[in-house]
């Protein structure tokens, strides 16, 4: 159909000529749980209501016993690390697409990531990969939801429960995605979420972590507080080492705003990134990311593939899909994560040292290096990543659909 027109690139029509829809995520929702705190006087946690409240409902509309909330996501996870325990030079199985604030509590629990490589049509984490990994250090796999796309779980658990591992979910970019009918995060042992500014749910800055251990929402509880038990005791009384990851009371004010919002957040994401795969099938040269069977992404950001054989790159892709008035990224973090972090690369750290993979309980040997997961290289050097909004209606999807689909087929660089 788009046989007789000219690409924007090459001086034709654009195909939008108005910028997509965005929008605020806060008004006076907000604000009003906001007065509340300023009025109380009380912007601590303890003492206060909002971060108590935030949790309780976070609990409650994920089906679990334990919500605790943190300062980011990335404490969120360091949280989850700290539930389990792990002793210096235990080995954490992750993805290496993902932020570095997915990897960074491992490092400052003194364990070391192990990158086990992705499948290289959900961007997940690959089983097989995962138990060709395991070791006698392996003490947790961290599995993370990319873009809210929810990974391969019934695999991750068979293994984690024939090696007695535990499973950690990274929903950061996932908020209420759905695997096999249960939400992300409660499919694991642990699940971990951000609520930073991009994220389905903000507090500008804050993470939240579940599970159904007792024991290890009550170690997770302290662990945001110091160690200390807050029953004001005489003296104090720290029972661990934690570090002061509180959420204040104008975060959870903030949360408590959120937390009833966010359905209705993910479900017009969803109905937009599910239409656009639709329109979109037939494109070519191109494939979107796969979401498995019986699931339901949340489509923080919605990815596709460059297929090898495509006359253009990923790159080159976008530049002609900007022209054509539709925004773009090539790849998503260009490289895997421990080739983006030269302390990761070159394993120094703290003081200059290769803490902790020079720990004596650490296995020798551990390297990370070009090569290490080709699967995950060749996936972002195909990947294309285009901003999913709520705030997109249908008309908003068409275009991003007729766009894409006038690139895949006319573009010959």
Request: aromatic share 8%.
């Amino acid at each position: 159909m788009n046989s007789e027109k000219r690409l924007a690139i090459n001086g034709g029509e654009k195909t939008r000529t108005t910028p997509l829809p965005d929008g605020k995520k806060v008004g006076a929702e907000e604000l009003k749980e906001l007065t509340d705190v300023i009025e109380s006087g009380q912007l601590f946690r303890w003492g206060g209501t909002k971060v108590i409240q935030f949790e309780k409902e976070f609990a409650e509309l994920h089906g679990v016993k334990h919500a605790i909330a943190s300062s980011s996501g990335t404490s969120s996870i360091h949280v989850a690390l700290s539930m389990i325990d792990p002793a210096p030079g235990d080995e954490i199985i992750t993805p290496p697409i993902t932020d570095i604030g997915s990897i960074l509590p491992i490092i400052y629990q003194n364990c070391i990531p192990i990158f086990a490589d992705v499948q290289p049509d959900t961007y997940n984490l690959d089983p097989a990969s995962v138990e060709a990994n395991i070791t006698e250090k392996t003490k947790a796999i961290m599995a993370i939801h990319l873009f809210g796309n929810p990974t391969e779980m019934d695999s991750i658990l068979e293994i984690a429960r024939k090696h007695n591992l535990v499973v950690i979910e990274d929903c950061s970019q996932a908020h209420l995605g759905e695997y096999q009918g249960k939400l992300v995060g409660t499919v694991g042992d642990i699940g971990c979420f951000s609520l930073q500014q991009s994220k389905h749910m903000t507090t500008g800055a804050g993470g939240v972590t579940i599970t159904n251990n007792d024991d290890w929402g009550k170690r997770g509880l302290l662990f945001t507080d110091k160690g200390q038990h807050q029953d004001w005791q005489w003296p104090r009384k720290y029972s661990l080492i934690g570090l002061n990851y509180h959420m204040t009371e104008l975060q959870g004010a903030v949360a408590c705003a959120q937390i009833r919002k966010v359905q209705n957040v993910v479900e017009r994401r969803r109905r937009s990134g599910d239409l656009l795969t639709t329109l979109i099938s037939e494109a070519p040269h191109l494939r979107p990311q796969r979401v498995l069977p019986n699931c339901k992404s949340s489509y923080w950001l919605y990815g596709l593939t460059v297929n090898p054989d495509a006359p253009f790159s990923a790159k080159q892709f976008v530049e002609a899909l900007r022209a054509e008035g539709i925004p773009g990224s090539p790849s998503y973090i260009g490289k895997p994560i421990f080739l983006c972090s030269e302390s990761l690369e070159n394993q120094r750290t703290f003081g200059g040292t290769a803490h902790p993979w020079d720990h004596p309980r650490a296995r020798k040997g551990i390297r990370y290096y070009e090569g290490l997961c080709p699967v995950t290289e060749d996936v972002l050097n195909r990947m294309v990543t285009i901003p999913m909004r709520e705030w997109y209606e249908e008309p908003d999807v068409r275009d991003i659909a007729t766009a894409i689909c006038k690139v895949a087929e006319l573009y010959r660089p």
